[in-house]
Nanobody, 118 residues
Framework: QVQLVESGGALVQPGGSLRLSCKVS????????MGWYRQAPGKQREWVAA????????KYLDSVKGRFTISRDNAKNTVYLQMNSLNTEDTAVYYC???????????WGQGTQVTVSS
């Protein structure tokens, strides 16, 4: 059974930084593209960033470009999201998602709460 465990969320002041982690187990992680998503209160879940299986190609939501960096460590079965220059609009529960074959999984972990507030 594939499990995704997100961690690293916290309360942080505007302008601060956090690094989120998503530990994946139960699958051959190194062949999976991965993505980060977030869901703010009262809003739909939105895509934030993606990284291919090799880590060579990344994509970002326009509003986080230049501030967020997605990366992965295949030896640790972990994908990361480094978040800098956080603002209140980044407040959300953050989730990771994996792709297997050509299909994005709809199995989600518990997510990790990021709250940006002064």
């Amino acid at each position: 059974q594939v499990q995704l465990v997100e961690s690293g969320g916290a309360l942080v002041q505007p302008g601060g930084s956090l690094r989120l982690s998503c530990k994946v187990s139960g699958t051959i992680f190194s062949i999976n593209d991965m993505g980060w998503y977030r869901q703010a209160p009262g809003k739909q879940r939105e895509w934030v960033a993606a990284i291919d299986s090799s880590g060579r190609t990344t994509k970002y939501l326009d509003s986080v470009k230049g501030r967020f960096t997605i990366s992965r460590d295949n030896a640790k079965n972990t994908v990361y999201l480094q978040m800098n220059s956080l603002n209140t609009e980044d407040t959300a529960v953050y989730y990771c998602r994996r792709k297997y074959g050509s299909t994005w999984s709809d199995s989600w972990g518990q997510g990790t709460q990021v709250t940006v507030s002064s």
